[in-house]
């Protein structure tokens, strides 16, 4: 994907970053599918304009404290000009006042392109599965996502570490699988009966035990129910139909991270 003109010397690292607007537009948040040390493409559908000052956080669902950030658009990607391989967006130039703001970023990109060692345990073996739930009421959607795990599974998870993939039909019963037993990740549908994506990301955000737990929205709803599940607390947001790439490279991050 297309980085910063000006900043090709940077390495840049392909992963979805969450991004929070600082400032007082109707933004809730984007995503940036790569970041370097000079800069972020910001995918989003919200108008710019170049030279538009940007201030905004950048963070990993559920794992990265958000770091501070601020910068001006320094070139665009139309819809006109998008495809699904390079979405709408912005380029913006980070911006900073003191060496100790620009330590902060590479911080974190240090953080994504060289993640923690695994620190395996002799006597237990590979560690603890990473643990998925996945609610979701359409049973062709489920099957469509428990082999697309499966694969993922067999080709990036290092070290003999295994996935599981708990499924539930519909919120009331992804809650209660959530009460009983811990999980890494939860891929919630927007609409489900019973107890919709919603009601059931505001209930986990409302319980001191799973709030901190990271959530990954999927929906076809558009900007509309990207809108209200930002709100209710999802950290990321995928549109039907899924674009697997970016669930895997969350995923792989996920697991790069969780001990």
Known sequence: MTNLTSNRKH????VILKVDYADSRA??????????????FIATKKTFEIGDPVSFSLSFPGILVPIDCRGEVRWMRTAEESSEELPAGVGVEFAFDTPEE???????????FNPPEPQPDMDTGPGE???????EDNQVVRELFRHALAKFEA?????????????????????????EEPFHLAV?????????????????????EVR??????????????????????????L???????????????LLDLTP
């Open 27 to 40: 933004y809730v948040s984007d995503y940036t599918h790569n970041a370097s040390g000079g800069g972020v």
């Open 188 to 208: 919630i549908d927007y609409y489900m009966p019973v107890m919709d994506g919603m009601q059931l990301i505001r209930t986990i955000r409302d319980n001191e």
């Open 102 to 112: 620009a330590q902060r970023i590479g911080k974190l990109l240090d953080r994504l």
């Open 239 to 253: 549109g039907k139909p899924v674009r697997l790439p970016q669930l895997f490279e969350s995923l792989q991050l």
């Open 11 to 14: 390495r840049r690292v392909d």
């Open 155 to 179: 080709r990036a998870i290092p070290g003999g570490r295994k996935l599981e993939v708990v499924e539930a039909e519909n919120g009331k019963e992804a809650y209660e699988r959530l009460q």
């Open 212 to 237: 901190s737990l990271p959530i990954i929205v999927i929906s076809a709803g558009g900007e509309d129910a990207q809108y209200e599940a930002f709100k209710a607390g999802a950290d990321l947001f």
């Open 129 to 135: 599965p990473f643990r998925v739930l996945v609610a």
